[in-house]
């Protein structure tokens, strides 16, 4: 995969803001964008002005997962031997960074594991869990039936998102 080439590239920093703030964050791009537990990820990368590339020579440590380019313009690069649930939450994650870091695209970047901190990975993944799995729904859904099965094909994550979802929920 070569090196894509940002004019006016940034270094991405955490917001340093709380669970609570992200998740909140998280629910209202999902609302404005009429996002809705199960739907397309496609979709919203593409109301978002985004694409979605996967690519078969993928480095875990050199890979750039999210480019964010000088016009604001992003493409998210998946490696093709993943799992569509899994590939969810990594849309899902990557567009936490499109938005939480970049400030929906205003500051062109380049993700990959080497300019990442915990803090920007962890903001990323309260991002993506709220948004794919949004509290109120997902505390419904629990109370409904809180089998681990049931709830992954409601919110159309891997039951190991569902299992980390039920075990941090109460940290929101």
């Given at each position: 995969?070569?090196?894509?080439?940002?004019?006016?590239?940034?270094?991405?920093?955490?917001?340093?803001?709380?669970?609570?703030?992200?998740?909140?964050?998280?629910?209202?791009?999902?609302?404005?964008?009429s996002?809705?537990?199960g739907?397309?990820?496609?979709?919203?990368?593409?109301?978002?002005?985004?694409?979605?590339?996967?690519?078969?020579?993928?480095?875990?440590?050199?890979?750039?997962?999210?480019?964010?380019?000088?016009?604001?313009?992003?493409?998210?690069?998946?490696?093709?031997?993943?799992?569509?649930?899994?590939?969810?939450?990594?849309?899902?994650?990557?567009?936490?960074?499109?938005?939480?870091?970049?400030?929906?695209?205003?500051?062109?970047?380049?993700?990959?594991?080497?300019?990442?901190?915990?803090?920007?990975?962890?903001?990323?993944?309260?991002?993506?869990?709220?948004f794919?799995?949004?509290?109120?729904?997902?505390?419904?859904?629990?109370?409904?039936?809180q089998?681990?099965?049931?709830?992954?094909?409601?919110?159309?994550?891997?039951?190991?998102?569902?299992?980390?979802?039920?075990?941090?929920?109460?940290?929101?």
């Open positions: 995969m070569g090196r894509t080439k940002i004019k006016n590239n940034t270094d991405p920093t955490p917001t340093n803001l709380k669970k609570t703030a992200v998740a909140n964050l998280a629910q209202m791009v999902a609302e404005k964008l996002f809705r537990p739907d397309s990820m496609y979709d919203v990368v593409k109301k978002l002005g985004g694409r979605i590339s996967y690519v078969d020579d993928w480095d875990p440590l050199e890979g750039e997962s999210l480019i964010i380019e000088d016009d604001g313009k992003f493409v998210i690069n998946i490696p093709r031997f993943t799992s569509p649930l899994r590939d969810r939450f990594t849309i899902a994650h990557e567009l936490g960074h499109y938005i939480l870091h970049s400030m929906f695209g205003e500051k062109p970047m380049v993700f990959n594991r080497k300019k990442k901190t915990d803090k920007l990975e962890w903001e990323a993944n309260w991002f993506a869990a709220s794919l799995m949004p509290q109120d729904k997902f505390m419904e859904e629990m109370r409904r039936d089998d681990d099965l049931h709830l992954a094909s409601v919110f159309d994550v891997s039951v190991s998102a569902i299992q980390t979802r039920k075990q941090t929920i109460n940290e929101y």
